[in-house]
């Protein structure tokens, strides 16, 4: 008896923890502990109004002007993948999350933290990827500021980027907004960016080539606008993907999802990729689509807007807000049961942005 007890010190249960001491990677991977991270830890010492919408970004008025404002940092490895490099994901990323909040982007900045010893063909390199993705998106880069650190404490550079914009009078879009009822629409195929992250960087060959999907929204955003001004929910699902984005929105709102899996689109490469890595792409990362909640009235008439722009040809509604179970998110499957899908601990695979 005594050995038997002594054989068990040291077991742990197998369910996911979330009561760690000191930070691991997965606090920032979009999933559980990231969440409980912002709300738990941080949420409570800077809370305020417009904080804590916890949205993409944040909308303050200033003089009767309602101006977004967002920020972002990106520590994407590796720095080059097909469809992109950390550069063009720096602009675009927060161009988007200006989207999200149904502004036009108007400025951003950029901070450099680059390690000692970094190449300055890259470095090059990546702010003419931001140049030429900033001229693309519309917006000037107007301000910013860099750093250099030891050689061996930054993994090459690490880039943030903040940008403003202006929302036109009538727009409210946030995630509490969502309301029993409104259709979910998804812009396009998923999992593009999180598979051409981990071939690249794991020099993974598959049959066809996967590219990021890493594309300016705004564009996308303002045709949906002028058709459907009353949008309810705009959410680009990046870190986590179309589930965690899904999750939170349920989460803030307080109501039921249901999603039908037989309308989410899923390219063969992606879905060949992740049944051999034994991923699940509803969780795998994207950078060029969006998720947006609206009024059943206007579904029809803006999945039409959205498949006459480049980034929107594939656009479909994915599924639709229920009053019950709230906070969840449910899923229709194509062999007709209801799954659960609940929100991962972390990334499926981390520093993806």
């Known amino acids: 008896m005594e050995n038997e007890h002594d054989a068990s010190v040291g077991l742990e249960c197998p369910i996911p923890r979330d009561d760690y001491d000191s930070i691991h990677l997965a606090h920032g991977g979009g999933g559980k502990l990231t969440n409980q991270l912002i709300r738990s830890r941080l949420l409570p010492i800077f809370k305020n109004e417009t904080l804590s919408e916890l949205h993409d970004g944040a909308v303050v008025s200033i003089d009767g002007l309602r101006l977004a404002f967002s920020t972002d940092s990106y520590v994407v490895h590796p720095l080059f ?13 927060t161009t988007n999350d200006l989207a999200m909040c149904g502004a036009t982007p108007l400025a ?7 390690e000692e010893g970094f190449s300055m063909r890259d470095l090059d390199r990546i702010a003419e990827s931001m140049h030429h993705a900033a001229l693309r998106a519309g917006v000037q880069l107007v301000t910013g500021d860099t750093k250099v650190v030891d050689r061996g404490k930054g993994d090459g550079i690490f880039i943030n980027t ?30 593009l960016h999180g598979i051409a992250i981990m071939a690249a960087r794991e020099g993974l060959e598959f049959q066809a080539s996967v590219r990021s999907d890493s594309a300016d929204l ?14 309810h929910v705009l959410r680009d699902p990046t870190r986590g993907g179309v589930a965690s984005a899904l999750n939170e929105i349920a989460q803030d709102a ?3 999802i249901l999603i039908h899996e037989e309308e989410i689109s899923v390219p063969d490469e992606v879905a060949g990729a992740c049944e051999l890595l034994g991923l699940d792409p509803l969780y795998v990362a994207n950078e060029g689509k969006l998720i947006a909640f609206v009024p059943p009235d206007c579904a029809e008439s803006v999945v039409s807007t959205m498949r006459r722009h480049p980034l929107g040809t594939s656009s479909a509604v994915i599924g639709e807000v229920t ?28 520093r993806i942005c």
């Open 254 to 256: 307080g109501v039921g």
């Open 218 to 231: 705004s564009g996308l955003v303002e045709a949906m606008l002028d058709d459907c001004p009353d949008i």
């Open 108 to 114: 951003i900045s950029a901070a450099f933290i680059i």
């Open 162 to 191: 903040s940008g403003i914009g202006v929302v036109k009078k009538g727009i409210d879009i946030r995630p509490k907004r969502a309301a029993v009822g409104d259709r979910i629409i998804l812009s396009g195929p998923i999992g």
């Open 81 to 93: 993948f097909p469809g992109g490099d950390i550069g063009s994901l720096a602009v675009f990323g």
């Open 323 to 350: 009053a019950t179970p709230a906070r969840t998110v449910l899923m229709r499957t194509q062999i007709r049961t209801t799954r659960v899908v609940d929100m991962l601990s972390g990334e499926q695979l981390p």
